[in-house]
């Protein structure tokens, strides 16, 4: 499983916002520039998060964006579902798809537990975490 590059962008754009004061709202080429990413694409990425409730778009002259909510709320999960949508590692684990084979499956039970594990570890890192240990590596 690899992630795609708007999902690395995303969590590095709102890693961003989790280190600014909680009420500075960020011009999004601001966030580019600093993480060295394309703006039209951050902006894109962004319209994905905003749409999950996980950033807030601010219009008008000073516009840009602030996270929606405490970056102790917002995990890594929530990051990448707002841009990848459900993580999968197979088909048959997609609640978009589905399989009829999975009740008599050999392989579903055991890729049913590791992602279970994977989610919950995804659910465990918060912004805000990421934040301090980033700081502390400054």
Do not use: W
């Amino acid at each position: 499983m690899r992630l795609t590059r708007a999902a690395d962008y995303g969590a590095r754009g709102t890693l961003y916002l989790a280190r600014q004061p909680r009420d500075r709202v960020v011009l999004v080429g601001e966030i580019a520039r600093a993480e060295g990413v394309p703006e039209s694409y951050l902006a894109k990425i962004f319209q994905s998060l905003a749409r999950a409730g996980l950033v807030r778009s601010h219009r008008g002259a000073r516009g840009g964006f602030s996270l929606a909510r405490p970056a102790a709320e917002i995990t890594l999960r929530q990051i990448i579902e707002a841009i990848e949508g459900p993580l999968a590692l197979n088909r048959c684990l997609d609640p978009r798809e589905g399989c009829e084979c999975s009740p008599t499956c050999p392989i579903y039970a055991p890729l049913a537990a590791v992602q279970e594990r994977l989610m919950a570890s995804l659910d465990a890192i918060t912004l805000d975490a990421m934040a301090m240990k980033d700081s502390v590596g400054d």
